[in-house]
């Protein structure tokens, strides 16, 4: 039976004029982040980190060695970084402009623990084989594809060896995004959740990826626990031997090192619900009982409309960027609910919301 028709109210003049600038901007959206692109590109974070965290238009222009005549140009440019607040505006009579959190995270070169570059992140879901995704995306909607948007425009899966061989330059630089986005926040967890990893003896890190920190940040913070990492075995033959963790070549559809407690950070959203399903049923078998301390530890985005407007806006678009690139998805605390009951567990918590993501233990 058709749903009952809600009367179409006319909107207003003053509503139809707002409707109309509205529409301007989520049609220019993308804008934004062409113009945060080009910023990283010109190398305006690092630029202004050097000058000693505020640069005026001029300075810019002398450091990037720009031609003097793009300075008005230049100046819009910033201006609407900074009404994003990519920047902040020191002195507006001078249109001097310093780095805000966000783009701290965007300057070459820091030597802290805590920061990582995101520029590899920012260039990958920025380049034209990502965007096509995007501008492809009603096309796909009609076609009866199983695979997602990326497969089927790129005919390879992303991170994968298909796309290696096919943009080797891409996958380069993809892989380094992946890394950056998966690895960025390792520290702060540690520091800030101390409490989840108390009582861990023995930790199997399901999927290694990049540079394996993780594991060595966990080993290096709780140098009592015997952590084992599990990857696909030609993964695992590229990592060298380091005497600290137990690398394992598998597969975690198949089995799962034993372990007291098992991480999946960053994983799950990858994967379908069924898929997922048959990785953390694995995962029950691995981990002890729950008298043991036995329990899957898991780290991903939940989402939450109930989160400020921008951040629940962040976690949706992650949510569209997993669909268009692995056919994954990101999950409310209903879904993780889901998911976790059809795998055979019998409770689970969310430990702790974390940025965007969230910290959540499964228990047998
Ligand atoms: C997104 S990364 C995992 C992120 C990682 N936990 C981190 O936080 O950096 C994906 C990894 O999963 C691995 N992988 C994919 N399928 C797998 C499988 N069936 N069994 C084990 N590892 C797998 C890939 O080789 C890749 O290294």
Same mark, same amino acid.
């Given at each position: 039976?058709?749903?009952?028709?809600?009367?179409?109210?006319?909107?207003?003049?003053?509503?139809?004029?707002?409707?109309?600038?509205?529409?301007?901007?989520?049609?220019?959206?993308?804008?934004?982040? !062409?113009?945060?692109?080009?910023?990283?590109?010109?190398?305006?974070?690092?630029?202004?980190?050097?000058?000693?965290?505020?640069?005026?238009?001029?300075?810019?222009?002398?450091?990037?060695?720009?031609?003097?005549?793009?300075?008005?140009?230049?100046?819009?440019? !910033?201006?609407?970084?900074?009404?994003?607040?990519?920047?902040?505006?020191?002195?507006?009579?001078?249109?001097?402009?310093?780095?805000?959190?966000?783009?701290?995270?965007?300057?070459?070169?820091?030597?802290?623990?805590?920061?990582?570059?995101?520029?590899?992140?920012?260039?990958?879901?920025?380049?034209?084989?990502?965007?096509?995704?995007?501008?492809?995306?009603?096309?796909?909607?009609?076609?009866?594809?199983?695979?997602?948007?990326?497969?089927?425009?790129?005919?390879?899966?992303?991170?994968?060896?298909?796309?290696?061989?096919?943009?080797?330059?891409?996958?380069?630089?993809? !892989?380094?995004?992946?890394?950056?986005?998966?690895?960025?926040?390792?520290?702060?967890?540690?520091?800030?959740?101390?409490?989840?990893?108390?009582?861990?003896?023995?930790?199997?890190?399901?999927?290694?990826?990049?540079?394996?920190?993780?594991?060595?940040?966990?080993?290096?913070?709780?140098?009592?626990?015997?952590?084992?990492?599990?990857?696909?075995?030609?993964?695992?033959?590229?990592?060298?031997?380091?005497?600290?963790?137990?690398?394992?070549?598998?597969?975690?559809?198949?089995?799962?090192?034993?372990?007291?407690?098992?991480?999946?950070?960053?994983?799950?959203?990858?994967?379908?619900?069924?898929?997922?399903?048959?990785?953390?049923?694995?995962?029950?078998?691995?981990?002890?009982?729950?008298?043991?301390?036995?329990?899957?530890?898991?780290?991903?985005?939940?989402?939450?409309?109930?989160?400020?407007?921008?951040?629940?806006?962040?976690?949706?678009?992650?949510?569209?960027?997993?669909?268009?690139?692995?056919?994954?998805?990101?999950?409310?605390?209903?879904?993780?609910?889901?998911?976790?009951?059809?795998?055979?567990?019998?409770?689970?918590?969310?430990?702790?919301?974390?940025?965007?993501?969230?910290?959540?233990?499964?228990?047998?």
């Amino acid at each position: 039976m058709a749903t009952q028709a809600t009367p179409i109210v006319v909107p207003t003049d003053a509503e139809l004029l707002q409707a109309q600038a509205d529409l301007w901007r989520h049609s220019l959206y993308y804008l934004k982040s !062409m113009a945060l692109k080009c910023a990283v590109e010109l190398g305006i974070p690092t630029a202004i980190y050097r000058l000693g965290g505020s640069a005026s238009i001029p300075d810019l222009i002398t450091a990037l060695s720009l031609p003097v005549a793009k300075q008005q140009f230049l100046s819009r440019l !910033m201006r609407l970084l900074a009404s994003s607040g990519v920047f902040s505006v020191v002195d507006s009579t001078e249109a001097t402009y310093s780095l805000t959190p966000l783009s701290y995270l965007l300057v070459d070169g820091i030597e802290a623990d805590d920061h990582i570059n995101h520029a590899p992140f920012l260039l990958t879901v920025t380049a034209t084989h990502y965007i096509d995704l995007a501008m492809g995306l009603a096309h796909w909607f009609k076609q009866d594809a199983k695979k997602p948007p990326f497969d089927h425009v790129h005919g390879a899966s992303l991170f994968e060896e298909s796309m290696e061989r096919k943009h080797p330059e891409f996958h380069k630089m993809a !892989m380094q995004g992946l890394i950056v986005h998966d690895n960025f926040g390792t520290n702060i967890a540690l520091r800030e959740l101390s409490d989840i990893y108390q009582g861990i003896n023995s930790l199997t890190d399901c999927c290694y990826h990049g540079d394996g920190m993780t594991a060595k940040a966990i080993v290096k913070a709780f140098p009592h626990m015997k952590v084992t990492v599990l990857d696909l075995p030609q993964e695992i033959r590229k990592i060298p031997t380091d005497g600290v963790v137990n690398y394992v070549g598998g597969d975690m559809f198949k089995s799962i090192p034993r372990a007291q407690v098992v991480l999946l950070k960053m994983v799950l959203h990858h994967w379908s619900d069924e898929d997922c399903v048959k990785i953390l049923a694995n995962c029950k078998k691995a981990i002890a009982s729950r008298e043991e301390g036995g329990k899957v530890l898991i780290g991903d985005i939940v989402l939450d409309p109930a989160s400020e407007p921008v951040m629940f806006e962040t976690q949706l678009l992650m949510d569209v960027c997993m669909m268009l690139m692995k056919g994954g998805r990101q999950r409310d605390l209903n879904d993780w609910r889901d998911i976790f009951i059809k795998a055979g567990f019998s409770d689970f918590k969310l430990v702790k919301k974390f940025g965007a993501r969230g910290v959540l233990e499964a228990y047998p």
